[in-house]
């Protein structure tokens, strides 16, 4: 099992940004993707984006792309997402999560963190 845990959310306007990271731990030599994943009241939980953990290679939500960033620190066990140009939509709770597949879906990846909100104000 890995254990993840998410920091950095909290309230910016809009047009601001925010860098969201996420530290792994426990078996973390199973990793083979990471993704960023966010709900919001009343909707299902969605993909931001998922970075392979072995080439790099990245994969972004149409709603996010040019706009967010994922990155990897493979040496630190930690996934980041940088969010710049945020709009009020973007407001959810942030999650990261561990799987198995660069293009995995949302019930294919076993292991959550706790997740960290974000909130955008017009």
């Known amino acids: 099992q890995v254990q993840l845990v998410e920091s950095g959310g909290g309230l910016v306007q809009a047009g601001g940004s925010l860098r969201l990271s996420c530290a792994a731990s426990g078996r973390t030599f199973s990793i083979r993707a990471m993704g960023w994943f966010r709900q919001a009241p009343g909707k299902e939980r969605e993909s931001v984006a998922a970075i392979s953990w072995i080439t790099g290679r990245t994969n972004y939500a149409d709603s996010v792309k040019g706009r967010f960033t994922i990155s990897r620190d493979v040496a630190k066990n930690s996934v980041y997402l940088q969010m710049n140009s945020l709009k009020p939509e973007d407001t959810a709770v942030y999650y990261c999560?561990?799987?198995?597949?660069?293009?995995?879906?949302?019930?294919?990846?076993?292991?959550w963190g706790q997740g960290t909100r974000v909130t955008v104000s017009a």
């Open positions: 999560a561990s799987g198995s597949s660069l293009y995995a879906s949302v019930s294919e990846y076993a292991d």
